[in-house]
């Protein structure tokens, strides 16, 4: 089954459009999961790639985000329970002593979006909560936030309590927002830095793919 | 309206290479340029300098009020570095910025209080940032309430109302202004103050976007702002706008910036 014409309706986020789509692949008998991979992950990996070029913005991928949730909604009854194939596990939040949510938010909604789950801390996270969220959830990847130079140092606080707490070799490590930058990330020991939303995505499937 | 230029942030590549050479003139040649242009306040950050900040805040400070006599916008939520930079500043710095997050109101209010300044007060509350419009006011007037309280005067707080990205939530826009025009309309006194980037993240053609947003932010009662006075184009915004709202008194000093010059030429 060709899927391009779903992927076209979530790129240009025609949610009635998708929605209908969606419903006409199951009507068909497709595959849920095959719906899931080259309908809907398939048209967000190329909605990240246009917004890393800068030849889509972001209230254009918020709303292709919107869309594909409506989507992955009418698919989501027709997966019997835990057979949803997860791409990963990612633990994200904004540092310790840092509010701001809305790059952090984006990230996680197009990583979301390309078929990893995450689990959003929130923001003013302490190291202490990084440190148990990845005890507990046994990540693939940590995602760390900052916005603000002074909350920067939050994020070397946190990978230092994690390999206190014997976890650093079990989750790696990626960064970002407005004032990091990949010097930083490597000062600080952390495995990934991602300049936005979409490059996140090819950082996070580089990491899984690199095992 | 007091226009406060943002370009010698460290947060900037250019300006981070300078600072951390220490070369003086470069930091002084933008310092001079924002002041020709118009800024009536340099501000000033090194905030991605981390530990150095309280070295390289006041070694900024004395760099640019030896070129150009202005006060300064001391730009860090950092006591240590705000009180160095303080101790060299000449006149009267505004401090930029407490916030009712309780550690950094704590840490700052004895800064602010006990040292002749004019401080930015950040609409930003201890557990969350604010939406609307009426959370901004309520947060800006338990600010303006405490610092009053422990002294200031409320011509020498200026409310930052907390902008935010159009691009995120097409309400931002508007609960911004509204702000604004509350903050105004209830501390008569009080000044307003909004960097302008911030409204047009994630969205292309942002110059256009920050200078209309400007117009309309001074209509709304803005009296200061924190942005580029280098760009031409959102400087002739300013002067029209500034003429349209009955503030420039025979038009003359939009008149005057033309013949100056200092209009794009396409304007």
């Given at each position: 089954m060709d899927f391009t014409a779903l992927s076209e309706t979530i790129i240009k986020g025609n949610m009635d459009g998708a929605v209908k789509e969606t419903q006409k692949a199951l009507d068909a008998g497709s595959d849920p999961q095959q719906i899931l991979d080259q309908g809907l992950i398939a048209a967000m990996d190329v909605v990240g790639e246009k917004f890393s070029q800068g030849t889509m913005f972001v209230p254009q991928m918020l709303r292709s985000a919107k869309t594909m949730q409506a989507c992955v909604a009418l698919l989501k009854p027709q997966f019997q329970a835990g057979t949803v194939s997860s791409k990963g596990k990612i633990i994200m939040g904004t540092v310790k002593g840092d509010l701001h949510d809305i790059g952090k938010n984006l990230v996680a909604m197009m990583l979301e979006g390309a078929g990893f789950t995450i689990v959003d801390l929130g923001v003013d996270v302490a190291p202490e909560a990084f440190v148990k969220a990845v005890a507990d959830e046994a990540p693939q990847i940590l995602g760390m936030s900052a916005l603000l130079s002074t909350t920067m140092p939050s994020m070397k606080a946190t990978i230092e309590a994690l390999k206190q707490a014997g976890h650093r070799d079990k989750v790696k490590i990626m960064i970002g927002g407005a004032p990091v930058t990949s010097q930083f990330a490597k000062e600080i020991g952390a495995d990934r830095y991602a300049p936005d939303a979409g490059s996140a995505v090819s950082e996070a499937k580089g990491v899984l793919a690199a095992g | 309206m007091i226009i406060v230029g943002e370009k010698i942030n460290t947060s900037r590549k250019a300006i981070a290479e300078a600072v951390g050479k220490k070369d003086a003139a470069a930091i002084q040649a933008v310092a001079r340029a924002q002041a020709d242009a118009g800024a009536q306040y340099i501000d000033v950050n090194a905030g991605t300098f981390l530990e150095q900040e309280k070295v390289l805040l006041p070694w900024l400070v004395e760099t640019v009020q030896e070129a150009v006599d202005a006060p300064l916008c001391l730009d860090s939520p950092a006591p240590e570095a705000l009180k160095e930079a303080m101790a060299v500043h000449k006149g009267r710095p505004l401090i930029n910025s407490i916030s009712l997050e309780k550690d950094r109101y704590d840490a700052l209010l004895p800064v602010v209080a006990e040292n002749p300044c004019k401080v930015v007060a950040l609409c930003m509350a201890q557990a969350a940032m604010p939406t609307t419009a009426d959370e901004r006011i309520a947060v800006g007037a338990e600010l303006i309430e405490k610092l009053t309280s422990a002294g200031?005067?409320?011509?020498d707080i200026f409310v930052d109302p907390l902008v935010q990205p159009v691009s995120v939530d097409v309400r931002m826009g508007p609960a911004v202004l509204a702000a604004i025009a509350g903050i105004a309309e209830r501390f008569p006194g009080v000044g307003t103050i909004c960097g302008l980037s911030n409204i047009s993240f994630g969205l292309p053609a942002r110059r256009l976007i920050n200078r209309h947003f400007l117009g309309l932010a001074l209509a709304h009662g803005l009296s200061a702002a924190i942005c580029d006075p280098t760009d031409a184009e959102l400087m002739s915004a300013l002067a029209a706008v500034n003429m349209m709202l009955g503030r420039d008194e025979y038009c003359a000093e939009f008149i005057d910036a033309y013949e100056k010059g200092l209009f794009s030429k396409h304007a």
């Open positions: - | 200031m005067a409320l011509e």
